[in-house]
């Protein structure tokens, strides 16, 4: 969990994006990349929605929620390369999928199921997502709702989740995957799950560092309840 801060408030255009390899995508909605309140129907993520789809979620917190799908199932335990983006000037939205085949899925590597597998999907949407709240950015879940100063965790993400990036406007699918290896200077935020492991595995499981250079540079996250 990131903490409410005013770069995440003053956010209009954004993508994210993240390497997932979901456990048990039928499971039910779960979130991915979000700062996104279910109460008040307001903000923005990445998520595996009802149907095991990849979508974008858009609530202006005012009733108007837009939810972009793939419309294509994310496979359990296959890596995928996720993301989205929205451009607040013109309303553009992108969300794709495209699965990552190695020697440990080869069962899917032939071009008719990487074909079934992948997804790009492309729209424009009338709303703008409210992120005028003190909503944290969660990782692998969505604010559930708050209690006696408590953020609640719903949606909660079975599987794993590396390389989480985000950017403060609309890249295209050729710039995110040129951030999985070699992230831009000015994106917003470039998480690193690995240096928090050292010999003896995790050392800090509270903690995952922000990359040095990016706006949340050495920042400590918390996991959200119940992780």
Known sequence: MVPDQPLFRKLQSFSLQAMIWPTTPDKGVQGLLTKWSEAGKAGYGLFIDENGCLALWIGDGKGKVYKISTEKKLEEKIWFFAGA??????GAVEVFQKPLIGRTNGRYALPYSLERMAAHVKTTVNAKPDTDHDTPFLMAGYLQH???????AGGLYNGKIDRPRMA???????EMEQCIEEPFEDLLAVWDFAKNIGPNGIETPSRIWDLPGTSCTERPLTFPPGR
């Not at 983006?85 to 013109?90: C, E, F, I, N, R």
């Not at 708050?146 to 609640?152: D, F, N, T």
């Open 146 to 152: 708050a209690s006696a100063g408590k953020h609640i």
């Open 168 to 174: 403060d406007r609309a890249l295209t699918l050729q």
């Open 85 to 90: 983006s929205y451009d607040a000037s013109s």
